[in-house]
């Protein structure tokens, strides 16, 4: 330090919130200081520069705190030096003459604004007054956050005037109570309670509540702002509803913006910062100290939708007050008791000091406060401050390297719709409240559910295959190693076992067991049950008997088919139907092979599909044939090369099989049942069409080597499904079949195989991360809700609902 060592009065230890804010202020490496806090009021009348300057150095004599500089280097923990003595740091300017005299004064103020501090060499505040002409000055003083918080402002402002008026006699002013009395307060209290009540009330807390990265920069930049201030009516009732439940208005602002964080960031337990003022009551005279002891602590707030907003608040308030005690604990303390090295990265302010700048101008006969305009920046990305009034000001400072603008936007308006929510109807759910405005609820809902129409013809699917059938009797329909069968042959066989079904009970609303190995034989058996007016259930035979058994058990059904070799591993008591028994198989051949005709509506079952459930259990989900229907008219539609080789490589229990299966056949395509292994030999029909054009496969497939079937992979088409889709893994498989378009599907069972696809066109680059989804297709629409069922705002996580034509049924 500069100051002589003959100068020191007194070597300090620091408070928990000073040791945070030097160290984040000594590692901070850019070109502006996080803590440099400003304050400019503008007088009017002639100012006596002597006196004002004589005014601070009595203020700098007064305050002890005025006069701290920081020592650290080489020290296990650092110290506060004060300096019994230091010289006004001042400056005066003159902006009078200049073209635009309040451009030429901003453009000092802002570049004072932005001076750093030294933090070894006192004093850490420094004095500006410039001349503006006309009678009008400006008055700036400055200072590192470090010594004093904006309470103490208040303080040292009507000092400072009373001085300038006393021509810096301080006799008339009472004794200054030092701040190292609440050091002494402060090293009293009990941490280790502290530690248990800090833990108890964060307990439970998995994760940091983050608006931007994690781990994010502490850069120093000027933030930007959005302002918004709520009518003088709501602002009323806000008032008269915190008196009413017996909480503070700026409980009610806390838990408006614990609201817009969990409809912001997707989560129903969420922890932000707020600033409190620090001041132990128990401490006489503490109202009139100067010094830091404002501090920042966290607001934990946990949201049920079905809480009423009047419930939110007082819950709150109440939770609140039981750590009014411990205040006094830092944050980064608090933050370790807590398990994690950081719990959130936006804060409130809420500015209630005690500054009237009217009550100031008795203090001249000659000058007049015309205005009072504090300034200062924060490492937070987020921060809102909010300013008590006749109407409640809600001012959104933000990094704009790190929040955009809209989002910025959209916090404002989310916390005026909540706010003003609390006033009309308290004892509304919280989960009701609209945090939308019209027009992006109506991008959200509508505009981007606006995907198109894609013409679907009339009549069912089997009427669709059936026309096919008419156009291309004679083209291969169906594709199984030596086995082939054309349009016609499969129509035939389908519409004679259909006839056999019939005759067995089968028609609308039947489930129909199928437990057969890939062969010619499945697809048949699959539009044989369409044709009978059924519903087929398929078994993979490779299942483990266990499920098997599960599944035909809970679907069942009215009858299943099979092949001899795989019937001994059906449970017992089913109705059977053998494909292979010599009596089924005369019975098919003695039946008529023209079309059969069931009047099956749209909403009958069409198919059943067991997956895992969310209970570990198989669930079934029944799909209407309209459902079916919807999605492969689409799918015929987008992916062109389904009218040529079509591979399928997975189990038909799986509804990923159903694109690749049923679209060829609606659009004179050629199915190819492969097996997924290493050597398999393509069959003529598949090498004669030009080989394979299209495949659906899971994206865990592309990591496989092998490829679907012998190393055969599309030329035209890969569409992936049932799981996420990695970019890497993606471009890793797209280095070796460049010339591919990749579809990217998504969507679950129940709503009927996809709902969503995203194309990647051959040349076309992929991010590192997910793959995305896409688009909704013409017949479904998505929605991402919060969990109040309500739509969530852009970028904003949450559960997606689907709608739509492919809702399966009882959803």
């Given at each position: ?13 620091l ?6 804010m ?6 901070d ?15 009017d009348?002639?100012v006596?520069?002597d ?10 004599r ?5 006069r ?5 280097e080489?020290?296990a923990q650092p ?10 740091p ?8 200049a ?5 030429a ?7 004072d ?10 004093p850490?505040v420094?004095?500006?007054?410039i001349r ?8 700036l ?11 103490s402002?208040s303080?040292?402002l009507?000092e ?7 021509g810096?006699?301080?006799r008339?002013l009472?004794?200054?109570r030092?701040?190292?009395d609440?050091?002494?307060w ?10 248990r ?10 994760s940091?509540?983050?608006v ?6 502490h850069t120093?930049?000027v933030?930007?702002?959005v ?5 003088a ?5 806000l008032?008269?509803?915190?008196r009413?439940?017996?909480v503070?208005l700026?409980t ?11 409809w ?15 001041r132990p009551a ?8 100067v ?7 966290p ?13 939110l ?10 750590l ?13 008791w ?6 959130f ?5 809420f ?7 009217e ?13 009072v ?5 924060t490492?937070y990305?987020?921060?809102?401050l ?7 000001t809600?001012?959104v400072?933000?990094q704009?390297?790190?929040i955009?603008?809209e ?10 719709r ?14 009701r409240?609209d ?28 009427d669709w295959?059936v026309?096919?059938?008419g156009e291309t ?21 389908a ?6 079904l ?5 028609g ?9 190995p ?6 048949v058996?699959?539009?044989a ?17 266990e499920?098997i058994?599960y ?5 069942a ?11 001994g591993?059906?449970?017992a008591?089913l109705s ?5 028994d010599?009596g089924?198989?005369?019975?098919c051949?003695r039946?008529?092979s023209?079309?059969v005709v ?6 009958g079952?069409?198919?059943?599909i067991?997956?895992?459930?969310s209970t ?6 029944v ?15 987008a992916y ?7 591979l ?5 229990a799986?509804?990923l ?7 060829p ?14 050597e398999?030999?393509?069959?003529a029909?598949?090498?004669a069409?030009?080989?394979v054009?299209?495949?659906?496969v ?9 490829g ?10 890969l ?5 996420a ?7 890793r498989?797209?280095?070796?079949h ?7 599907a998504y969507?679950p069972?129940e709503g009927?195989?996809?709902c ?5 066109e ?6 590192s ?7 909704p297709?013409?017949h ?7 969990a ?11 559960e997606?609902y ?10």
């Amino acid at each position: 330090m500069s100051t002589q060592r003959r100068n020191i009065a007194d070597i300090l230890p620091l408070s928990p919130l000073q040791e945070g804010m030097l160290f984040h202020s000594i590692r901070d490496e850019g070109p502006t200081d996080l803590y440099v806090r400003q304050l400019a009021f503008d007088l009017d009348g002639e100012v006596d520069r002597d006196r004002l300057h004589a005014a601070a150095e009595a203020l700098l004599r007064r305050h002890a705190n005025l006069r701290v500089g920081f020592r650290h280097e080489g020290l296990a923990q650092p110290v506060q030096v004060v300096a019994r003595s230091v010289t006004v740091p001042w400056r005066d300017e003159d902006v009078s003459g200049a073209d635009d005299v309040e451009a030429a004064a901003a453009e000092l103020v802002e570049a004072d604004r932005w001076a750093r501090f030294d933090l070894r060499r006192p004093p850490l505040v420094r004095f500006t007054l410039i001349r503006l002409g006309g009678g009008r000055s400006r008055f700036l003083m400055t200072h590192h956050h470090i010594l004093w918080d904006g309470w103490s402002s208040s303080v040292l402002l009507r000092e400072l005037l009373w001085l300038y008026r006393e021509g810096g006699d301080d006799r008339g002013l009472p004794q200054v109570r030092p701040f190292k009395d609440y050091l002494g307060w402060l090293a009293d209290r009990d941490r280790d309670e502290s530690r248990r009540v800090w833990r108890d009330a964060l307990a439970g807390v998995e994760s940091p509540t983050l608006v931007g990265p994690a781990g994010g920069s502490h850069t120093a930049v000027v933030p930007e702002s959005v302002t918004v201030t709520l009518d003088a009516d709501t602002t009323r009732e806000l008032g008269r509803c915190a008196r009413e439940w017996g909480v503070t208005l700026n409980t009610v602002v806390q838990a408006a913006w614990g609201l817009m964080l969990s409809w912001t960031t997707g989560r129903t337990d969420v922890v932000f910062g707020a600033t409190v003022s620090g001041r132990p009551a128990e401490l006489a005279g503490v109202e009139s100290m100067v010094g830091l002891f404002i501090n920042t602590l966290p607001v934990r707030v946990s949201v049920d939708p079905a809480e009423s907003l009047k419930d939110l608040v007082t819950r709150l308030q109440r939770e609140q007050a039981q750590l009014a005690d411990h205040h006094y604990a830092g944050l980064a303390d608090v933050q370790r008791w807590a398990g994690h090295g950081e719990l959130f990265d936006t804060v409130t302010v809420f500015e209630n000091y005690p500054f009237d700048a009217e009550s100031l101008e008795s203090l001249f006969d000659d000058v007049r406060v015309a205005g009072v305009e504090a300034q200062s920046a924060t490492h937070y990305p987020v921060y809102l401050l909010a300013i008590p009034g006749a109407e409640l000001t809600l001012c959104v400072k933000y990094q704009p390297h790190v929040i955009d603008p809209e989002d910025a936007h959209r916090y404002t308006d989310a916390l005026q719709r909540i706010l003003t929510a609390i006033t009309r109807a308290p004892d509304g759910p919280v989960g009701r409240v609209d945090l939308l405005g019209a027009d992006e609820r109506k991008r959200i809902t509508q505009g981007w559910n606006d995907t198109g129409v894609v013409p679907v013809g009339p009549g069912s699917l089997v009427d669709w295959f059936v026309r096919q059938v008419g156009e291309t009797p004679d083209a291969v329909a169906v594709v199984c190693g030596d086995a082939e069968v054309s349009y016609a042959e499969l129509n035939a066989r389908a519409n004679r076992l259909a006839r056999v079904l019939v005759e067995r009970g089968v028609g609308a609303e039947s489930f129909v067991g199928v437990v057969l190995p890939r062969s010619v034989e499945l697809v048949v058996a699959l539009l044989a049950v369409w044709k009978a007016g059924g519903a087929y259930v398929p078994v993979d035979p490779e299942y483990p008997a266990e499920r098997i058994g599960y599944v035909l058990g809970d679907a069942a059904p009215a009858v299943t088919v099979t092949t001899r070799a795989l019937a001994g591993v059906l449970p017992a008591g089913l109705s059977v139907l053998v494909l292979d028994d010599a009596g089924t198989v005369e019975a098919c051949a003695r039946r008529d092979s023209s079309d059969v005709v069931v009047g099956v509506p749209g909403a009958g079952a069409a198919y059943v599909i067991y997956t895992s459930g969310s209970t570990g259990r198989p669930k079934g989900v029944v799909v209407s044939r309209s459902s079916v229907a919807a999605y492969v008219g689409y799918a015929a539609g987008a992916y062109a090369d389904m009218a040529g080789v079509s591979l399928v490589g997975t189990s038909v229990a799986f509804d990923l099989t159903v694109t690749g299966l049923f679209t060829p056949l609606v659009c004179g395509g050629c199915v190819w049942l492969a097996e997924w292994a290493s050597e398999v030999r393509v069959p003529a029909a598949v090498v004669a069409a030009g080989g394979v054009s299209i495949a659906k496969v899971t994206p865990s497939h592309l990591s496989l080597g092998s490829g679907p079937a012998g190393g055969v992979w599309p030329s035209g088409t890969l569409v992936t499904g049932g799981e996420a889709l990695r970019g890497p893994v993606l471009e890793r498989w797209r280095a070796e079949h460049p010339g591919v378009r990749v579809v990217n599907a998504y969507g679950p069972t129940e709503g009927t195989v996809n709902c969503c696809d995203f194309v990647v066109e051959a040349g076309e680059a992929v991010g590192s991360g997910a793959v995305p989804i896409g688009r909704p297709f013409p017949h479904a629409r998505v929605y991402v809700l919060d969990a109040g069922l309500r739509p969530v705002a852009p970028g904003v996580a949450g559960e997606l609902y689907i709608a739509g034509a492919g809702v399966a049924r009882g959803y």
